[in-house]
């Protein structure tokens, strides 16, 4: 029977993350992290989740955007959808009206992410697997259905695409089960979050040692000499042998981007992570047109896609194929609320059914706000256990929404009654 989709609803669910300096960064320096959490209904009882994420203000504004979206969902069956999904994906990104307010970026965009993170948690859902089996399962073909090459065929046709995908189907089966039994490996960016004190620092350094971390990600950009005394501290913990990235979140400008990291090169960085404007192409994304500019210039040598930040599965799949076209390595950005959740099946399909490669790959982990999930990862030896739940591993505990809903949950209204919060 076609699963017609008869209701969206949104909700504004944040958690006070900043009174504990969580997620605290060179530019986000009070985040509490936060989602637009969609849930689709359809007329036979099923339901997909679906959630992008936000740092506090400004996600009723993409909660709105969500809503204004909703009609372009509300009404269809699945089985139309997921027959011309690169139709739907184009739909919903080229709204005559609404893609003013776009395109294919900012709020609209993520707003997008929501609403389709749903539709493949609701796919994959109505399946019986989870999303990266879902994608896995799927023909080169259908691979390619789902994605909008519109803007990229000058980097990636749809041709090049099919003959990467059917490339690599050789050892598929054997990779997938190495993922089953081995998982994908991870990286941590708990420990060193800009707002902690070198106390809190080093014992959580000093736990994730113990847990079998070896690949650890800084915050660093506010100031200069904190960043050399952190990364010292930091280094002098893991030792020479172990990984270390830096991440600036787009606090520079070019020109004090390059001698700020000549200071921190002795610490031996992997890489620096959005060192300056994230729309500067030359100097430094948010969808596949940066993307292949990107992959284009030779102007980077990671690819960090997004689950939420890009446009669902579907543009991700797009950037997978570019970066393996360009022989670049994928290494996901992931924390926040959910993102963990969702990324690990992008990078499972990745590993399994595009790039066949682990050298230089490792996906971001950071350890906050899982239990709030129904399916939340799994990680043993630092590295993601694939998920075995069917979907994309978006739903959120009813207790949690309800605790957390901005502004009128029961957190919310607590820390209200505490008085005002320091800025």
């Not at 609404?98 to 993170?117: D, Q, S």
Request: aromatic residues 8%; hydrophobic residues 40%.
């Amino acid at each position: 029977m076609p699963q017609k989709i008869v209701k969206l609803s949104v909700q504004d669910v944040r958690f006070p993350t900043s009174l504990e300096q969580h997620g605290s960064d060179a530019m986000h320096t009070d985040p509490d992290y936060s989602v637009a959490y969609v849930v689709i209904e359809t007329d036979g009882g099923t339901k997909g989740y679906g959630l992008t994420f936000t740092v506090g203000r400004g996600t009723e504004v993409v909660v709105c955007a969500v809503k204004a979206l909703s009609g372009l969902l509300v009404g269809r069956t699945l089985e139309e959808i997921v027959a011309d999904f690169r139709g739907f994906y184009r739909l919903l990104t080229s709204d005559s009206q609404m893609r003013w307010i776009g395109p294919e970026k900012g709020v609209i965009h993520l707003a997008t992410a929501a609403v389709l993170n749903a539709v493949w948690d609701l796919w994959a859902r109505v399946e019986g697997k989870p999303l990266w089996k879902l994608l896995v399962d799927m023909s080169p073909e259908q691979v390619v259905s789902c994605i909008d090459f519109r803007y990229i065929t000058d980097a990636l046709t749809e041709q090049e695409a099919l003959d990467l995908l059917r490339k690599a189907k050789t050892g598929k089966a054997e990779r997938e089960q190495q993922m089953l039994k081995e998982g994908y490996p991870a990286y941590t960016t708990s420990c060193a979050w800009l707002g902690y004190s070198d106390q809190q620092l080093t014992q959580l350094c000093t736990d994730a040692l113990a847990n079998g971390w070896s690949r650890f990600k800084v915050k660093v950009g506010a100031d200069i000499e904190d960043d050399k005394r952190r990364c010292r501290l930091i280094r002098q913990m893991i030792g020479p042998d172990k990984i270390m990235m830096m991440d600036a979140n787009q606090r520079w400008d070019v020109g004090e981007a390059v001698p700020w990291m000549t200071c921190l090169s002795p610490f031996r960085p992997l890489w620096i992570e959005e060192p300056t404007s994230p729309d500067d192409i030359l100097g430094h994304c948010h969808n596949r047109v940066m993307f292949k500019q990107f992959l284009q210039a030779s102007a980077l040598q990671f690819v960090q896609i997004d689950s939420c930040r890009l446009g669902s599965v579907n543009e991700n799949l797009a950037v997978l194929l570019m970066a393996h076209k360009f022989q670049v390595p994928v290494c996901p950005h992931a924390g926040g609320v959910g993102l963990c959740e969702l990324v690990q099946h992008l990078i499972l399909f990745d590993y399994i059914s595009v790039s066949a490669d682990l050298n230089n790959r490792m996906c971001e982990y950071v350890d906050h706000l899982h239990e709030h999930f129904t399916s939340p990862v799994v990680i043993r030896d630092a590295h993601y256990l694939p998920p075995k739940d069917p979907g994309y591993s978006c739903e959120m505990l009813q207790s949690s929404v309800e605790t957390h809903r901005y502004p009128d949950g029961e957190v919310w209204l607590r820390l209200s009654a505490d008085g005002p919060r320091p800025q």
